[in-house]
């Protein structure tokens, strides 16, 4: 299983759950946030939760003599949801660290040997929208 | 003339044996220490050095070599702590039991590999130099490992 399809895993959870689905919430698990109309999906959907394909990069750990090199894999994951900035829902905060949270989901029970596992995000307001651009990153073995 | 070039990942071997035989390059039960990061044979001769009253720069005489050989390696698990049922008894015990015990042993650094007429240097002597280090920067356990050797050094081929 892939850390984006465990990411999206944890955030199809209600909100209460530790994911983002609720009333007001959603989340998209099969489309990738591409844009219609030269609008990304996710300002053209508010409230709707996109995960971003992973990108990956394989970096040498160890090199050893005998070659048998340790290997660490950096993932990125990008996630992306966009709200009314003039009416921000109540549940917000609670989505927005369930979010954050939702890299915990990455573990050594679901494959992972995680050394790193970070969150966060960058907030943008263009109009009346607010973007919030989570990012994840993992350093696995 | 040539460098040798350690790079296809089977030239530069450490072999461990609680005989010669078994320490020989490509010996069939040779307990090889994987995963090794860098090795070093050290076989600097002992100095001393004096002055006398009719030079202005210090003479010196060689007194015994103190030869040893060192490296650093990732901690594999089996030849760390034994692997059971090897005929080996360096590689039945580990690395750790055989240093605790101070077993002799006996060793080669292959420089070229085990092909015939491949160049190593062969000794014995006692493990030492143990400690292993976890960190989750590492990732994996670090350990140093050195062999304080008994004796001489000596250059052979396969």
């Keep these: 299983m892939s850390i984006r399809t465990l990411i999206l895993q944890q955030l199809a959870n209600t909100l209460a759950n530790g994911g983002v689905v609720s009333s007001d919430y959603s989340l998209e698990a099969n489309e990738l946030p591409w844009n219609a109309s ?20 394989k970096v040498q750990l160890y090199r050893t003599l005998d070659q048998g090199d340790v290997y660490q894999t950096e993932t990125l ?23 954050l949270n939702a890299k915990d989901i990455v573990n050594t029970a679901n494959g992972f040997n995680v050394q790193v596992a970070d969150s966060g995000y960058e907030q943008e307001i263009e109009g009346d929208t607010i973007t919030y651009t989570f990012e994840y990153t993992f350093t696995t073995i | ?61 060689t007194t015994v070599n103190e030869n040893s050989v060192s490296g650093n390696m990732l901690v594999d698990e089996d030849s760390f702590f ?29 420089f070229e590999g085990a092909d015939s007429g491949d160049h190593y240097i062969k ?13 989750m920067d590492a990732a994996v356990w670090l350990s140093p490992v050195e062999i304080i050797v008994d004796g001489e050094l000596t250059a052979a081929t396969v």
Excluded at chain 2, 83 to 103: D, E, H, I, P, R
Excluded at chain 2, 123 to 135: C, E, M, N, V, Y
């Design chain 2, 1 to 61: 003339m040539a460098v040798m070039n350690i790079t296809a990942g089977s030239q530069a071997i450490l072999t461990l044996g609680n005989t010669e035989a078994l320490s020989l390059p490509g010996a069939a039960d040779g307990m090889v220490i994987p995963f090794v990061q860098d090795v070093t044979v050290n076989a600097a001769p002992g100095i001393v050095r004096y002055s006398v009253l009719d030079s202005s720069s210090s003479k010196a005489f």
């Design chain 2, 123 to 135: 000794g014995s002597g006692f493990i030492g130099g143990l400690a292993p280090t976890a960190s």
């Design chain 1, 38 to 57: 030269g609008q990304p999906l996710y300002v053209k959907n508010m409230r709707v939760v996109y995960v971003s394909e992973e990108e990956e990069a």
């Design chain 1, 77 to 99: 994951v990008q996630a992306f949801l966009s709200e009314d900035a003039k009416n921000i829902n109540a549940n917000n905060p609670t989505v927005i660290e369930n979010m």
């Design chain 2, 82 to 110: 034994g692997l059971s049922g090897a005929t080996n008894t360096v590689a039945l015990n580990g690395l750790f039991a055989t240093s605790t015990a101070k077993t002799k042993v006996f060793f080669t650094v292959a």
